[in-house]
């Protein structure tokens, strides 16, 4: 079966055939576990905004894994907004977005250009992109926003990966490497918070100490857990854009050439990257009550799939949505989700990649493929562990 396919590594390095056969055959599934998926563009972006979809409830969760809230690779996670649901996900979304503001943003503009041109400068010959460059830069930039001290920041990346595991798959060998991961994380947050209650910063951290609306202010646990998820996601789905984005401008150098030529295409080209190869390549919702999805009922308790890396290559919505089109007029892709749930770091994670990636074609003009690209072992999460290039 085409999904049992996804499941694999192998069947993971191009999905798009499948996805696209998958919506040909039926573009509305069961898998063998009861889920409904959907890979059709309209279907998945009404997956998104469905008022009675949502996530899993906090009674429910024990049906999942009774000892959930024993393991703190799963508290961290069921607990955080990335998980939770009306009314707790629209305050701590509201206290959240007071300090995490476009204008805080878009104040990182300066700055960024500064890290981009640092890391460019250390990159010679032979390199492995996500070392040299597709990690440090958003893990440098999301480590600044946050107030996390420089020195401090490279040790987060296997923290993060071994954490977020539990996104894919929940059994002991994966907690036993994700439960350490995310309580080393949490501590070490919880003492910055610590510190930055007693001299606040000009940083995220300090703002979410500080945060209050109709005297409602974060709880350390919701602080701690809303500072973890910000730091592993704002450089996760980064890197993973980041690297993604050069390996398929690198599979079509006319494209490459033109925004190499008009660095002005930054925004549009970024837009079709996340469509054409999108880092986050799915999103799972509870039904909460009996609804019509795609013409198919759902009851209440059942889970939907939306295979957003299928959505964004749907033909029904994009014209010859298999070519990379940096000039494509209409290319919102799903790729950041949608909704009451879409990604609010998403406006830093495109800042990101308008300014890094015309910087590096510019720079390095017979940037190239050394080796087979290292492909990242996930389903939800596409990207690379490393990605060999010659900067010359």
Known sequence: MLLDELTRLTGRE??????????????????????????????????????????????????????WADHPALHQLFTSILAINPPDHTRLRRLVSSSFTARRVQALQPRISEMVEDLLVRMNGDVDFIAAFAFPLPVNVIGELLGIPEEDRAQFQGLVRDWTQ??????????????????????????????RRRKPGDDLISALVAAEEDGEKLTEDELLTMAALLFAAGFETTTNLLANSVVALLHHPDQ???????????????????????????????????????GVPVSGGERIVAYLGAGN??????????????????????????????????PLARLEA?????????????????????????????????????VG
Not at 167 to 191: F, K, M, N
């Open 166 to 195: 539990v996104l894919e798959v929940i059994t002991p060998e994966v907690l036993a490497t994700a439960d350490p991961a995310a309580a080393t994380i949490r501590a070490y947050l919880a003492g910055l918070a610590a510190e």
């Open 256 to 294: 490459l050439e033109s925004l190499r030529r008009e660095p002005g295409l930054a925004a549009s080209a970024v837009e079709e990257l996340l469509r054409f190869d999108a880092p986050v390549q799915l999103l799972s919702r509870v039904a909460w009550d009996d609804v019509e999805i795609a």
């Open 354 to 390: 308008q300014i890094a990636i015309p910087a590096l074609l510019t720079r390095f003009p017979n940037l190239a493929l050394t080796g087979n690209p290292g492909r990242r072992d996930s389903l939800a999460i596409r990207g690379y562990t490393s990605l060999p290039i010659s």
């Open 313 to 346: 290559r749907d033909p029904e919505r994009f014209t010859e949505p298999d070519r990379l089109d940096l000039t494509r007029a209409d290319n919102a892709p799903l790729s950041f989700g949608g909704g009451i749930h879409y990604c609010f770091g998403a």
């Open 14 to 67: 191009d999905p798009y055939p499948r996805y696209q056969r998958l919506r040909e055959i039926s573009p509305v599934v069961r898998a063998d576990d009861g889920a409904l998926v959907v890979t059709r563009h309209a279907d998945c972006v009404a997956v998104t905004r469905h008022p009675q979809l949502g996530h899993m409830p906090s009674h429910m969760l024990e049906f999942v894994r009774a000892d």
